[in-house]
């Protein structure tokens, strides 16, 4: 039975995947989680919903994945040499544009979260644990040139500075992130509390 369900769902091919991806995306912006249906992206897509669930099993799953196809998380690629580099490197892996479009996003589904656990479980699964993953890997890396202590009590806490900073920005400033902005937070807090 597994093998008939992994054929199955390995008949959508990447660029049709990314295309309904984007247009659950696309329509989690227009109408928001709690109104998205899997009616909608069936008609926004011209799927099936038969397709959509044997592929993705509910909505909670589609729409975690397709935030983490439109925010692949790959820090490796991002390694400069340095704490600072990496950071950086991250930063400006999407613009500005993005950047808002993202927080808008991440602002509506964390409160949609909070009352749909079926959807933070799919987003513990399939964005933040890969981003906590690597955003350890960066860390150690730190750790082994020397620039952050092991027993440093903020490595914990790495993940949750940068996200409070990306979706704090509308609520304290009423200006979305930017690369400029969460570059100087990263000066002066990230880096500061790693390598303190």
């Known amino acids: 039975m597994a093998e008939v369900a992994a054929t199955r769902r390995s008949r959508i091919t990447p660029e049709r995947e990314a295309e309904l991806y984007g247009a659950v995306l696309d329509l989690l912006r227009e109408v928001g989680y709690d109104s998205l249906t899997m009616d909608a ?45 990496d950071f950086a490197g991250l930063t400006h892996r999407n613009d500005d544009c993005q950047m808002e479009q993202d927080s808008s996003l991440m602002r509506a589904l964390g409160m949609a979260a909070h009352t749909n656990p079926e959807l933070l479980a799919a ?49 304290i400033d009423n200006e979305p992130p930017t690369q400029a902005f969460l570059s100087s937070y990263v ?9 303190a």
């Open 41 to 85: 992206v069936a008609a926004r897509t011209r799927s099936s919903k038969a397709t959509l669930y044997r592929q993705w099993g509910g909505k909670a799953e589609l729409v975690a994945k397709a935030i983490r196809h439109n925010k692949p998380v790959d820090f490796a690629e991002v390694d400069t040499g340095s704490l600072r580099g």
């Open 123 to 171: 987003l513990r699964e399939w964005l933040i644990e890969p981003e906590l993953a690597e955003v350890r890997k960066l860390v150690q890396r730190a750790i082994d040139r020397g620039e952050v202590r092991a027993d440093n009590p903020a490595i914990d806490y790495v993940l949750h500075m940068m996200i409070g900073a990306f979706v704090a920005r509308s609520f």
């Open 187 to 195: 000066d002066a807090v990230v880096i500061p509390a790693l390598v």
